[in-house]
Each structure stands twice: as structure tokens, then as C-alpha cells.
């Protein structure tokens, strides 16, 4: 099965998907879509990529698949045009019908019993994830806040003045008794000392007898 049979069945000729136009399509009729790669024309592999229906033909093909509007599947056939290249060798042709589902449904079970699986573009595949470039510079990281300070409770400030300031001890009334007592003892000892020394000069200043008859 491939563009040549379908063309026997009723499909329209083969249009590039890159020169196709609003005004050379169907619009708003029922459709079986069909795209074709045409560097496989001719050949014995199937030059069949997919197999769709719509009953908005013109909204689907440009809107969808050229404009990348729609389902997983019109953006997996957008990425495919797009991204691989496939926009440069691929084709598109349809057919009208009332009753697309089926019909579509019965040129992918014709194409799977001759081929052994569906079309290329028909099977379920995850759409291509596009890696993002990673930034050339870092954001700049913030500086972690400054450790908070504890606060010193009113106590504990006391307690270490306290243990600052030299302990002054007190002078009690008995001590400094004791040594007024002690200072006039002392005194009294040493006038008695001098006393007879005393004397003794007196004598020893005062004029003689003998000098004061002469």
C-alpha cells in the first residue's frame, strides 16, 4: 500500500506541504489525510508517513500541522516537519467522506496486514524534548544571615559584675577598738621610758654649788 494505490481509490494528487495554500483545499468536509513522503516514491518501502482524518481540512493541515495548533498528534507531525526536515520532501493528499473514522480505520488495518505495523507517523511516540541551554553565568548566592546574638538575662550580668569587682572587706568597731587601745599603750610605755632620761639632763644642765659660790 502506498501513494500510487490510494491515488487508484479516489485521493487527489500529491500537493507539497511547503507551496500548499488555503484556496487549493478542502474546507469544512469531512477528510482522510493522508501524507506521503516522496523521496520514497517508487520504492518498495511505503512512502506513507501517515494516515489522519478531520472534518476541517484546511483549519488542520495549516493550522496544525504547518502552524503547530492542536493535539499530541498534529504537534508531533508539526516537530517532525519542522525540526527533521521532512518539511522539504513531503506531500499531503486527501479524500472526501462522510464517514471519515471508518474509512481511516480501514486503510490502517489494510496498511498494518501488508507492512506489519502502522505508519510511521501514526504510532504512538513521545514528541521530541528540546533541551534547555543551561545558563553561562551562576545566580549569585545570598549570604546566610549572621548568627543572633543570645541575650543575657539581667541575672546572669549581675552575677559576672559581681565576681569582677574585688570583695572589700569590712572593717569592724571591736578591730579598730583594739587598736586605739593598743596606740595608747604604746605611748604611755614610751614616756615612761623617757622620764628618768629626762631627770638625769636636768641634773646634768643645772649649775653646781661650787660654780654658783664662786
Known amino acids: 500500500m502506498n501513494s500510487k494505490n490510494l491515488l487508484e481509490t479516489g485521493f487527489s494528487e500529491c500537493n507539497l506541504l511547503k507551496t500548499l495554500t488555503f484556496s487549493n483545499m478542502p474546507q ?8 506521503v513522503d516522496q523521496e520514497l516514491s517508487g520504492k518498495p518501502e511505503s512512502d506513507i508517513l ?3 482524518r478531520t472534518k ?3 483549519k488542520r493541515i495549516l493550522g496544525g500541522y504547518l502552524a503547530g495548533y492542536g493535539g499530541k498528534t498534529t504537534k508531533k507531525i508539526n516537530q517532525m516537519l519542522f525540526d527533521e526536515g521532512y518539511i522539504e520532501k513531503t506531500a499531503i493528499s486527501w479524500i472526501l467522506t462522510e464517514k471519515p473514522r471508518i474509512m481511516q480505520e480501514e486503510l490502517l488495518a489494510k496498511f498494518k496486514e501488508e507492512h506489519g505495523e502502522l ?27 549572621a548568627p543572633k546574638a543570645k541575650a543575657v538575662a539581667p541575672k546572669t550580668i549581675a552575677k559576672k559584675a559581681a565576681k569582677a569587682s574585688p570583695k572589700t572587706k569590712a572593717v569592724t568597731p571591736k578591730k579598730t577598738a583594739a587598736k586605739e ?11 615612761e621610758e623617757t622620764a628618768p632620761e629626762m631627770a638625769e639632763k636636768a641634773k646634768n644642765e643645772a649649775p653646781s654649788d661650787n660654780s654658783m659660790a664662786t
Open 28 to 35: 469544512d468536509k469531512g477528510s482522510v489525510i493522508v501524507i
Open 50 to 52: 501517515y494516515i489522519g
Open 56 to 58: 476541517k481540512p484546511a
Open 119 to 145: 505508519p510511521a507517523w501514526n504510532t504512538k511516540k513521545k514528541l521530541l524534548t528540546k533541551t534547555k541551554a543551561t545558563p553561562a553565568f551562576k545566580p549569585k548566592e545570598k549570604a546566610a544571615p
Open 181 to 191: 587601745e593598743m596606740s595608747t599603750k604604746t605611748e604611755a610605755t614610751s614616756k
